[in-house]
């Protein structure tokens, strides 16, 4: 099984479902001697098992596989209508669908974990929540190696209760959605080195410090306090490898774009991204309603997919450091 004694260097390459994941990218990150991981959300079970096998045609290194651990709670069909008729307008003027019924869906949950205990992928995350303690047996008799992303203690401790290996601990600077457990929690908030060092005292687990890292000297102060490798999201976004929209690439070294925040706007979740006119006019309406505005939305981020006024543009705090340059060359610079 997987050990993290198999990185020569400490770096998580996040999983980035929604497009900037690539197999090249977690490929490069791992062949550099970290872990790199894929975003397997939103993609078909069979789209993911192509994937894998992608990935494993590019490094013989160990990578990781990402998923959403779907909760499914009662629908807002009130606080829905109203979100959407706000969003009318924006339709109209991108000539985008903006469906009325959205059905839940689980993202094909259960089927995806099949493929990774199939593929006996080396190591597999979630977000959003812990697979039972069923689920994560069958992944360990696969001889897959299970982390599970956590933003406070309460959520750490469930995780290692359901029996998995380490521990993503995404601190609030971190780009991207959080992975809070419960649709309907506020963000616990904690920034990266405090709930590093709590989450390391409180389960004594391995864990893997997220959020907000832009330097070399960020990722040593994360290994000083306890992190056993630290996860890099929003520093991969510009790489030739990844597959982030030009839009979204052109923003990050945009002056116009000067502040991150976290909203529920496109998804329904909150997630960090940079704050443009979308963000502006929708945050403080958006309700909790997870998946249903995240497919409510996907028409408009399509029809908008050139404008950074209008799609999501996940970033972390430290997004201004983000660069141009090959993963490897990332990975490197980073070597504590
Ligand atoms: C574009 C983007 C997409 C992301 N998608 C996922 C995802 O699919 N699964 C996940 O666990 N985390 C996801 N994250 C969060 C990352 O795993 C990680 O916590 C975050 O990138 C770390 O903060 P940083 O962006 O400041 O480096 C995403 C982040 C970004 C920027």
């Known amino acids: ?21 690539t197999s090249a990218l977690t490929a490069a990150v791992s062949n550099a001697g970290g872990l790199g991981f894929y975003g397997g959300a939103y993609l078909t079970p069979e789209r993911l098992r192509a ?18 651990v779907p ?24 000539d985008a669908p903006l ?16 493929v990774l205990i199939d593929e006996r992928v080396p190591v597999a995350s979630f977000t959003f929540g812990c697979p039972d303690a069923a689920t994560i047996d069958r992944l360990h008799a696969a001889d ?10 309460d959520e750490a401790l469930l995780a290692r209760e359901a029996g998995v290996d380490a521990l993503c601990a995404q601190g609030v600077s971190a780009g991207g959605h959080r992975g809070t ?9 904690f920034d990266t080195l405090t709930l590093l060092t709590a989450v390391v005292d409180a389960t004594g687990l391995p864990v893997v410090a997220a959020g907000g890292v832009g330097s070399r000297a960020d990722v040593v102060a994360l290994i000083d306090a306890g992190a056993t490798a630290v996860q890099i999201g929003t520093l991969l976004l510009r790489c030739p490898e990844a597959g982030t929209k030009q839009a979204h690439r052109d923003a990050l070294v945009d002056p116009r774009f000067a502040e991150t925040a976290t909203t529920r706007a496109y998804s329904g979740r909150l997630a960090r991204g940079l704050v443009n006119d979308f963000i ?35 970033a972390g705090t430290g997004f201004r450091a983000a660069q141009a340059i090959p993963a490897a060359e990332v990975v490197a610079a980073l070597r504590p």
């Open 99 to 114: 469906p009325e019924n959205v059905a839940f869906t689980d993202d094909d949950f259960d089927a995806k974990v099949q």
């Open 280 to 314: 502006a006019a929708h945050t403080a309406a958006a309700p909790p309603v997870y998946p249903q505005i995240n497919t409510l939305t996907g028409g408009i981020r399509r029809a908008g997919s050139a404008d950074p006024e209008v799609i999501n543009l996940w």
């Open 51 to 68: 994937t894998i096998n992608e990935i494993r045609t590019l490094t013989d290194a160990p990578f990781g596989v990402n998923l959403f």
């Open 181 to 189: 457990f419960r649709i309907l929690d506020d963000d616990p908030g």
């Open 144 to 153: 897959v190696f299970v982390a599970g992303t956590v933003t406070c203690v």
């Open 71 to 94: 909760e499914e709670i009662p629908f807002d069909e009130q606080a829905f209508t109203t979100y959407r008729d706000r969003l009318v307008p924006l339709a109209e003027r991108l």
């Open 1 to 21: 099984m997987f050990s993290f004694d198999r990185l020569t260097v400490p770096i998580a390459g996040a999983p980035m479902a929604g497009g900037a994941s």
